[in-house]
């Protein structure tokens, strides 16, 4: 999906919301789709160079959440970072480092993808739970903090 696309896709489902695609949305969705991996308030406004308010940085995650644009991501040390939801940005998982904190995206080859889907299905069969979906991430050094 291009970035024009999924700015359209996000006004759609905040329209349908009766809520605005302000300029402060906006900013927030344009960060995260040239982000390598979802950010934090704080990591977003120094993305902005303080141009966005942290208040309205945080107003507009909330709106973004719940309204299913972003997923939420808790992190190491209790910090959550966002990024765009799986129907805008694809089925992926993620390096996180247990240092800085910093996580990075990365996409699983259908291969991989299929070994892992029939891990969850195994697993979850032992326990008679039903998955619905998976996100896996990875705990480890960056190359930053090796």
């Known amino acids: 999906m291009t970035s024009k696309s999924l700015h359209g896709e996000i006004e759609n489902r905040l329209v349908e919301h009766e809520l605005r695609y302000t300029s402060a949305r906006k900013s927030v969705v344009a960060a995260l789709i040239t982000s390598d991996g979802p950010l ?43 990024e765009l939801a799986e129907w805008l940005r694809g089925h992926h998982h993620h390096f996180v480092c247990i240092d800085c904190g910093a996580v990075e995206d990365v996409a ?39």
């Open 108 to 146: 699983v080859d259908d291969t991989h993808e299929r070994s892992v889907d029939a891990m969850v299905n195994e697993i979850s069969s032992r326990v008679a739970f039903t998955p619905i979906n998976h996100a896996l991430e990875i705990e480890g050094r960056c190359a930053r903090c090796a």
């Open 40 to 82: 934090s308030a704080s990591e977003l406004h120094d993305e902005f160079g303080g141009s966005v308010p942290l208040s309205s940085i945080y107003r507009s995650l909330v709106v973004l959440e719940e309204t299913g644009i972003l997923a939420p991501h808790l992190g190491t040390k209790g910090l959550t970072r966002y």
